[in-house]
Each structure stands twice: as structure tokens, then as C-alpha cells.
């Protein structure tokens, strides 16, 4: 039986400071995917690189990274480096915690990504009297850009949901931690939890549509 | 026209569809046998786990007085603070022995017993923190758990005195605040006088001190149920009333609690 009356008004007035959180949210998720793109090219680097060193550390990462529950990693990255006396604050141990997920998933796409482009495109750009390091950032990596853009969009959208894991590390001001204090300030649990999933819904959209156009403009030929 | 025997017969039909109807929460719990508390279970003495795992605590014992006057076997469903009121919505449990302070706001969406405990606040911290009044966590990091009495008022302070340095967390169970305040993350906390005794006395977290008074109010919880049982609500605070009145109130005050017996009313006023 469900035997709950809806009390909506309420609810509508503590939309503004929901708004508020899912900004946080949408922050927290931006951040956590420009940090973790811009590992997760060193870490495909890694895992294609003859430098045992380097590829094990990038193996082991990306491995830590995929086959552990994100609420671990957040969790560790709060209490886990507390214990050994490093006091990240909530907010940062969210974004190190989605960044290091966002590292390790995106790594995989982004060797994907490389391995889809042909090494006679290096080659041809080293010909042309382009440097090592000027054919991988000028010819194979807008190639992978492309190639990766989808699975990037993908885990933008993962990155954004994941930030309601900040609640468990003490967050209060994303959309999820705003939630859950309304919530457990007037117990009406249901319509709060309602509009956030609505909110969250909207925002992913947003992110999936802005992405289509994006690349609608970006990747013509 | 309708004959005698066809109308006594529809009568007989509606009343028997019909009646189910009038069973309220109370029929309910005493026609399956099973009362169904929300109770949590890491907030000692209140709520907790003995070594094998079993629940115990001041709350355990009470809904098994209830289930017993009821003539009902007990079940004990663990429910963390946040999810008080989802579980009785939803249907997972009757009635709420969870230490839930009566607030107005709350008030709105779940019906409250008479109160059945009273709890003070005090300031729970670690050695060396230089804390040791509610005015010195002015500009110091302290958290607690969501939606608690004690957070809400904790919370409301630290956006009052508006200092820099001083910051608010809330964390999901009592459990993590006690972690946090034992690695550091937070400097104080503020507790209920019987969790902050129980917890230095276990000696399960190194350094644990009360740094004082809160100075809040009395905190008067309720047992709760969904708002608009009446049948069930009456009960209880029946219930609440002999409690006291038979003397098992202060006999499992003793038991769990132990020093003075908190009252449950407030001169000059009715409840």
C-alpha cells in the first residue's frame, strides 16, 4: 500500500537551492573530466608503451580503476587517505575519486582510440618533417579525439551521476548532499528525490544534446 | 424488484469486501503476528550489535515490550536516521523506535508517540583539540550525522558564527562521523550524552573526550508511525505512558543507560 500525500509546494520552493547543487554537480563532473582525459592520454600512452615500468603503472591503475565499485574509490580516497593522515575535504576527494575513475575508463577508449589509427599516419607525418612528438599531437591525436568522442560523451554523463557518491563522504552542497538534507530535515523524502532525478535527467540530456552538436560542428569533413 | 435473499446476500458481499477497509495499522500488526520496528542500530546504547551479531540496545528492548504486549513476535528492521520515514512510507516496517526527535517540520509527514526518551547534547572530540566548551568549536571543523536533532542546531550555529575556518560535514551514519573524528577530517562533533558515553567508554576509537555542554535544549524522541493511523498513535503513547508508569522505563534506563533518569514532560504545559 502506498499510503503518502504528496506535498508539493514545499518541495517547489526548495527548487532554487537544488538548482544550486546540481551547479556543483555539473562542476564537479566538468572538473573531474578535463582532469581525467588528460590522464587518461598519459595512461594509454602507458599501457601501449614498451617501459615495463610505465605500462604496469598504467595497467594498474586502469585495472584499480574499472574493477572497483566508484563508492570504493570515493570512499578510500576520503577515509582510505585519512587513515594515512591526508586530509582531502569532501568536494576534493569526490573530484580525485570520479577523476581517478574517469582516468582509468577513458584510458581504454583512448587506447581503443590509438589502436584504430594507422601507423602509416605517423609515418607520414614524420615524412612530411614533423617530430615525434609534433605527429602525436598534431595528426594522431585529433584522429583519436574523434574516434573516442562518443565514449568521452558516455563518461561525462557516468561523471555527473557518479557525483551523487559525495553525499557518503560528508558533501552537502552538490545536488545529491542538498537533497538528502531537505530530505532528512522534513522526511518528504519522495517528491525531493523525485525533482532531483528529474534534474539529474535533464542535466544528462543536456550534456548528450550539447555533445551531438558539438560534434556535429567539430567533426565535418 | 430485488428479492429478500438477493439483497441480504449483496449486503453480505460488500460488507466482506468492505471491511477489509476498516482494519487499521493496529488490526494489521495483531492479525499477522509480526511487529515490524525500524530501529538503528549504531547509535549505542540506543541501537547496536552484541559480538554475534544480534541486535541489542534501549530501542531493541522496547519494541520487544510492545511486540509482547501486542502478543506479536518482534522483528527488528535496521534502518539507518535518513531512512526513518522511507521505511515506515514504504511499508517496510509498523512503527519507528529509532530516537527520532518530534520536530514541527517532521511533524508535517509522520505522527509522533508522546516522547519515550530525552536525550542532552554534549561536545565530543579528541585530546588535544583545545575544545572543551560549545563556544569553542567557533572556527572549527565539526560534522555529524544528517538529519539529526543535533545536527540541524550544530549546522545552524556554524552558518550563524560565519567564520572562515569553521566548516559543517554530514555524514550518513553515526558510524563515519566517529571515523572522521578519529582520523581527523573533523575536529568535534556533537552527540547525545549516551552515545558520547558509550563510545568512550568501548574504547573503540583512541583519544575520544566530551569537551562539554551543548547547551541545546532537552531533545524529547518519539516512537513514530505513519501519520494518519490514530488507532496505532494511541497505542503508543499509551504504551509510552505505562512504560513509565510500571516503572520498565527506569529499569531499562538502568540497564542500558544508567546515571539520572531523564523526565519526559515539561512543567507548565500539556503535551
Not at chain 1, 542538498?178 to 522534513?186: A, G
Request: charge should be neutral; charged fraction near 15%; include cysteine.
Amino acid at each position: 500500500m502506498f499510503n503518502y500525500t504528496f506535498h508539493w509546494r514545499p518541495a517547489f520552493n526548495a527548487l532554487p537551492r537544488m538548482f544550486e547543487g546540481a551547479l556543483v554537480s555539473l562542476q564537479i563532473a566538468v572538473l573531474s573530466l578535463v582532469i581525467g582525459t588528460a590522464i587518461a592520454v598519459v595512461l594509454a600512452l602507458g599501457r601501449r608503451s614498451d617501459n615495463r615500468l610505465f605500462y604496469g603503472f598504467a595497467t594498474g591503475w586502469v585495472e584499480l580503476a574499472r574493477n572497483t565499485p566508484a563508492l570504493f574509490q570515493v570512499y578510500m580516497t576520503y577515509f582510505g587517505l585519512g587513515s594515512l593522515g591526508i586530509h582531502l575535504d569532501s568536494y576534493a576527494s569526490l573530484l580525485v575519486g570520479i577523476s581517478f575513475n574517469n582516468a582509468g575508463y577513458l584510458a581504454e577508449s583512448f587506447r581503443g582510440g590509438l589502436n584504430a589509427i594507422p601507423e602509416t599516419q605517423t609515418r607520414a607525418a614524420r615524412s612530411l618533417g614533423m617530430g615525434a612528438t609534433q605527429a602525436f599531437r598534431l595528426v594522431v591525436l585529433p584522429q583519436m579525439f574523434r574516434i573516442v568522442f562518443y565514449p568521452l560523451t558516455n563518461q561525462m554523463v557516468w561523471a555527473l551521476l557518479m557525483t551523487s557518491l559525495g553525499v557518503t563522504v560528508g558533501l552537502n552542497t552538490d545536488l545529491t548532499g542538498v537533497t538528502q538534507e531537505l530530505n532528512v530535515r522534513t522526511f518528504r523524502t519522495f517528491e525531493y528525490f523525485l525533482f532531483a532525478a528529474v534534474i539529474y535527467y535533464l542535466m544528462a540530456k543536456f550534456i548528450t544534446l550539447s555533445a551531438r552538436l558539438l560534434a556535429w560542428r567539430l567533426f565535418r569533413y | 424488484m430485488m428479492n429478500f435473499r438477493t439483497g441480504l446476500f449483496a449486503a453480505v458481499v460488500s460488507l466482506a469486501i468492505a471491511a477489509p477497509a476498516y482494519a487499521d495499522k493496529l488490526d494489521d500488526i495483531i492479525a499477522s503476528g509480526k511487529l515490524r520496528c525500524a530501529v538503528t542500530l549504531d547509535f549505542p546504547p540506543m541501537g547496536s550489535r552484541d559480538e554475534s551479531n544480534n541486535p541489542i540496545g534501549f530501542d531493541v528492548d522496547t519494541c520487544n515490550d510492545l511486540a509482547k504486549i501486542l502478543g506479536v513476535e518482534a522483528e527488528i528492521v535496521e534502518t539507518p536516521f535518513p531512512d526513518r520515514v522511507p521505511a515506515l512510507v514504504s511499508g517496510r516496517a509498523d512503527v519507528g523506535v529509532a530516537s527520532t526527535s518530534d520536530t514541527l517540520e517532521r511533524a508535517k509527514t509522520i505522527g509522533f508517540s508522546i516522547p519515550y526518551f530525552a536525550f542532552k547534547m554534549v561536545v565530543l572530540t579528541k585530546e588535544g583539540s583545545n575544545i572543551d566548551s560549545y563556544e569553542s568549536l567557533k572556527g572549527r571543523k565539526v560534522g555529524s550525522t544528517a538529519g539529526t536533532y543535533e545536527a540541524i542546531a550544530l549546522e545552524a550555529d556554524v552558518k550563524k558564527w560565519n567564520d572562515s575556518k569553521g566548516s559543517f560535514r554530514s555524514y550518513q551514519t553515526q558510524a563515519d562521523v566517529f571515523l572522521a573524528l578519529s582520523q581527523g577530517q573533523i575536529e568535534a562533533t556533537v552527540v547525545t550524552n549516551t552515545v558520547a558515553q558509550a563510545t568512550v567508554k568501548s574504547g573503540r576509537f583512541k583519544g575520544f573526550v566530551v569537551g562539554g555542554d551543548s547547551g541545546y535544549v532537552t531533545d524529547f524522541v518519539s516512537l513514530i508511525a505513519l501519520r494518519q493511523e490514530y488507532g496505532l498513535l494511541n497505542y503508543l503513547n499509551l504504551f509510552v505512558h505505562q512504560q513509565v508508569r510500571t516503572g520498565r522505563y527506569k529499569e531499562l534506563f538502568d540497564k542500558w543507560v544508567g546515571g539520572d533518569l531523564p523526565g519526559l514532560t515539561v512543567p507548565g504545559v500539556y503535551y
